[in-house]
C-alpha cells in the first residue's frame, strides 16, 4: 500500500496487504479504462454546464482526462494494486497532471454510478463489435449455401436418415439463427443504453446537475428515472450474457455437426491443414480442434451467465460490493463469443471442403426417399396412412432383398400396389425428392433460391 490512503480522514490506518489485493479491482477493470475516461469527459463538461465548476476548471479537467488516454495507449498508463481500480487510478492521476482542480472531478458523481456508466458504454460498444462478426460469420454461411443449392445432404431426425436435403438449406438455417442472434443483440441494445450517470451513490445528488447533458453527450438515448434503480441495476448484462449463450448454443451446434461431418464414419467434409491439428502419438489423425473448443468454450458462457444471475438474486438496494464480481464475468463472455465467431467464420470459409461425391452416394444409399414413396401414392388418392403402411412393407421386403427402393423392380412395385407405375423411379431420385419439397420454407430448390435472396437482403442491413 502506498502511504497515502485512499479514503476519508476517518480512516486512521492502512488496508492489509492481501485485503487490498483481495479488494482490488484494478487487475480487470483497466478494460473499463477508456470508457471510464469518456464518461469522465462528459461528468465534467456537466460540471461546467451547470456551473457548478467554472469553464475553465472543465476544460483543465478534459485536457488532463484526454492525457490520461494518451499515456494509456502509449503504454504510459500502468496503475498498480495501490490504486484499487480504474476510477481511482485516473482520479489519482488526473491530479497529478493537472494539480488540485483535478478533485473536483468527482463532485456530484459516485464510483457506483461511474462504473454504471463505464459497463453500459462498454456494452455497448461491444455489442456492435459482435454484431459485425454476426455479419461476417452470416456471409460466409451464405456464399456456402449459394454454392451448394444443388448439393444434397442427407437430413436426419433423432441422428437417423430421414429425408435429403439441399446444403444450402442445411446452411441458411444457421443463418437464420444467426439473424435472430443479431436482432436480439440490436434489441438488447437499447436497454444498455440509458444512463445511470448522476443517480449518485443511491438517491442522487445535492447539487444542480443535468443528467440529460451528460447523458447527451455520452449518446445514451434515455436516462434512469430511478437513481436507486440506476446504480444497481445489471439486467442489461444478463441479458447480454444470455443472447451470448444462444450465440454460442447455435455456435456449438454447428460445430458438433462439423465434429461429425468430419469423423470417418460420415467423412462429408475433409479439413483443411489450415484449420485442424494431428495428434502428438497417432499419425494418421486430423483433429477438428476449432468446433471442439468452440462446443467447450460454450459452457464458460453460459457459466457467466449463471454466474450474474446468482450474484444479482439476494442483493438488496442499491450498490453492494458483490457487484465488482459482474465484470470479468462480462470481459470474458464478450471475448469468447467474439473469438468463436471469428474462428467459426475462418473455418467455413476457408478451413474446410464439402466432399461432393461422398454426400452424393450418402444420399443414394438408403431409404431416405421412403416418404416420396408414400407421397407417390396418396398423391394418386390412396389415403396417406395406407400409402404409409404400404411403403413400410415394401421397405422391410426390400431390406429382406438386400436393395434399396430403386432396385425394385416395376413388377414389385405394382404387386404392392397398382398405381405404381415407371415414374416412380424419377419420383424417388435424391435430386427430385429434394426438388419436389416446394412449400414454404422447404428444402426445394425452388425454395432455397428464395431463401438466399432473403437472406441477401437481411444481411444487407447493417444497424
Ligand atoms: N470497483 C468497483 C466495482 O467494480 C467500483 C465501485 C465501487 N463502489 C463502492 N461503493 N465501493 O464495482
Not at 457506483?112 to 459482435?130: A, H, P, W
Not at 439441399?166 to 435472430?180: P, W
Not at 441479458?239 to 461429425?260: G, K, N, T
Not at 462429408?268 to 502419438?281: E, V, Y
Amino acid at each position: 500500500m502506498s502511504e497515502k490512503k485512499t479514503w476519508s480522514d476517518r480512516f486512521e490506518g492502512t488496508l492489509h496487504p492481501a485485503i487490498a489485493l483481495f479488494n482490488a479491482s484494478i487487475g480487470f477493470d483497466l478494460e473499463l479504462i477508456e470508457y471510464d475516461l469518456t464518461g469522465s469527459v462528459a461528468h465534467a463538461k456537466m460540471l461546467a454546464h451547470t456551473g457548478i465548476i467554472s469553464a475553465s476548471e472543465g476544460q483543465t479537467l478534459v485536457t488532463g482526462l484526454e492525457q490520461i488516454r494518451q499515456e494509456y495507449r502509449e503504454g504510459k498508463f500502468n496503475p498498480g494494486i495501490e490504486d484499487e481500480d480504474v476510477h481511482f487510478a485516473v482520479e489519482k492521476r488526473l491530479t497529478a497532471i493537472v494539480g488540485d482542480v483535478g478533485k473536483k472531478l468527482h463532485t456530484a458523481r459516485s464510483r457506483n454510478d461511474q462504473v454504471g456508466t463505464d459497463i453500459r458504454l462498454y456494452l455497448r460498444d461491444k455489442i456492435e463489435e459482435i454484431r459485425k462478426k454476426l455479419r461476417e460469420f452470416q456471409a460466409v454461411l451464405l456464399s456456402q449455401a449459394e454454392n451448394n443449392v444443388e448439393t444434397l445432404i442427407p437430413g436426419y431426425t433423432h441422428l437417423q436418415r430421414a429425408q435429403p436435403v439441399s446444403l444450402a438449406h442445411h446452411l441458411l438455417a444457421y443463418f437464420n439463427m444467426a439473424q435472430r442472434d443479431w436482432e436480439r443483440l440490436g434489441e438488447i441494445k437499447g436497454r444498455v443504453n440509458i444512463s445511470p450517470l448522476g443517480s449518485g451513490a443511491l438517491a442522487g445528488t445535492t447539487f444542480p446537475i443535468d443528467r440529460h447533458y451528460s447523458a447527451k453527450e455520452l449518446k445514451f438515448t434515455q436516462v434512469y428515472g430511478n437513481s436507486l434503480d440506476g446504480v444497481s441495476d445489471r439486467d442489461f448484462a444478463i441479458e447480454f450474457l444470455c443472447a451470448a449463450s444462444l450465440i454460442m448454443v447455435h455456435l456449438s451446434r454447428l460445430s458438433e455437426e462439423i465434429i461429425l461431418w468430419s469423423s470417418q464414419e460420415f467423412s462429408f467434409i475433409t479439413l483443411k491443414d489450415s484449420c485442424a491439428t494431428g495428434s502428438s502419438i497417432m499419425p494418421q489423425k486430423k483433429n477438428p480442434d476449432v468446433p471442439e473448443l468452440v462446443r467447450g468454450k460454450t459452457g464458460r458462457v453460459f457459466g457467466h451467465l449463471q454466474g450474474l444471475l446468482t450474484l444479482m438474486k439476494g442483493l438488496p438496494l442499491a450498490y453492494n460490493k458483490d457487484l465488482q464480481e459482474d465484470k470479468e464475468a462480462l470481459f470474458d463472455g464478450v471475448k469468447t463469443v467474439k473469438a468463436c465467431l471469428e474462428a467459426m467464420t475462418i473455418l467455413l470459409r476457408e478451413g474446410l471442403e464439402f466432399r461432393n461425391e461422398r454426400l452424393a452416394e450418402a444420399v443414394a444409399e438408403d431409404f431416405s426417399n421412403a416418404t416420396d414413396v408414400a407421397d407417390y401414392l396418396a398423391a394418386r388418392g390412396v389415403p396417406f396412412r395406407e400409402a404409409y403402411n404400404l411403403v413400410g412393407k415394401a421397405v422391410k421386403e426390400a431390406m429382406k432383398k438386400g436393395k434399396l427402393l430403386k432396385d425394385l423392380t416395376i413388377e414389385e412395385w405394382q404387386q404392392l400396389h397398382p398405381s405404381f407405375a415407371a415414374d416412380i423411379y424419377e419420383a424417388i431420385a435424391p435430386k427430385q425428392v429434394v426438388a419436389a419439397r416446394n412449400s414454404y420454407g422447404g428444402t426445394g430448390f425452388d425454395q432455397v433460391r428464395q431463401a438466399l435472396t432473403r437472406a441477401k437482403s437481411e444481411i444487407e442491413i447493417i444497424n
